[in-house]
C-alpha cells in the first residue's frame, strides 16, 4: 500500500502509536493545503509559515483529542482558522490581503479549466482570476474564511461548519454574503462570473 492509499484516519492511529512515517505522510499530504489557507489570510510570509507550522504542531500535540469518527482535514483547519483568528486579534487587523503579486505573476486556484482556449480566451480567464483574487483579498476575514474553505479546499458546508466551529446556519450566510460581495465587486468592474455557483 501506498502512503497516498493510507486514510488520514489510519495514520492518526498510528502516530497516537508514534510512528514517525505517519507523521512525516500527514504534514505532507496537508502542508499545502494548510499553507494555502493560512497564506491566503495572513499578509505576511514569513507569518504564515509560522502559523502553517503551529497548526502542525498543536495537531500533533493533541491527537489524542482528535475524534476518529470526524474527518482529520476539518479538524486541521480549525486548528489552522483559530491561529488566523488568535493572529487578527494580536495584530488588531480588520482585513489583509490575501496574496500579493508581483506584475506578470500569475494567480493560482481561481483560474478557469484549462480547454484549449485561443489566446484571447486565456487572457481573459487570467484576467478574471485577478479580479475574482482581488476581490477576495478584499471581503473581510470571516467571509474570506469560508469562501477558501469552499471554494479553495473543496469543503461542504458541513465540513466548513466542523472546521471553523460555526452552526451550519451561520456558514451557509457567510457563505451567501460572501458570494453576494463579490458578485457585486466584480459587475462594477464588467464581471458577472463567480466561482462554483453556491
Known amino acids: 500500500m501506498t502512503p497516498e492509499e493510507i486514510e488520514d484516519r489510519d495514520l492518526v492511529q498510528r502516530c497516537l502509536k508514534n510512528d514517525q512515517e505517519a507523521y512525516k505522510i500527514l504534514l505532507k499530504r496537508f502542508e499545502r493545503p494548510v499553507y494555502g489557507i493560512v497564506r491566503r489570510m495572513v499578509q505576511d510570509e514569513e507569518d504564515a509559515r509560522d502559523l502553517a507550522q503551529e497548526a502542525f504542531v498543536r495537531a500533533f500535540k493533541n491527537l489524542k483529542q482528535f475524534d476518529?469518527?470526524?474527518?482529520?482535514?476539518?479538524?486541521?483547519?480549525?486548528?489552522?482558522?483559530?491561529?488566523?483568528i488568535d493572529h487578527y486579534r494580536r495584530r488588531k487587523l480588520d482585513t489583509v490581503p490575501l496574496v500579493r503579486h508581483s506584475e506578470g505573476e500569475e494567480s493560482e486556484s481561481w483560474d478557469l479549466p484549462d480547454e484549449g482556449p485561443s489566446p484571447a480566451e486565456t487572457f481573459s480567464n487570467r484576467e478574471r482570476g485577478r479580479r475574482l483574487l482581488t476581490a477576495v483579498e478584499s471581503l473581510p476575514p470571516v467571509y474570506r474564511m469560508v469562501i477558501l474553505l469552499r471554494h479553495q479546499q473543496g469543503l461542504t458546508y458541513d465540513e466548513i461548519a466542523e472546521a471553523t466551529e460555526l452552526p451550519l446556519g451561520t456558514v451557509k450566510a457567510r457563505i451567501h454574503r460572501a458570494h453576494r460581495l463579490l458578485k457585486e465587486k466584480l459587475t462594477r468592474q464588467g464581471l458577472d462570473w463567480i466561482p462554483g455557483g453556491d
Open 68 to 84: 476518529l469518527n470526524r474527518k482529520f482535514s476539518s479538524w486541521l483547519f480549525r486548528i489552522a482558522n483559530n491561529l488566523c
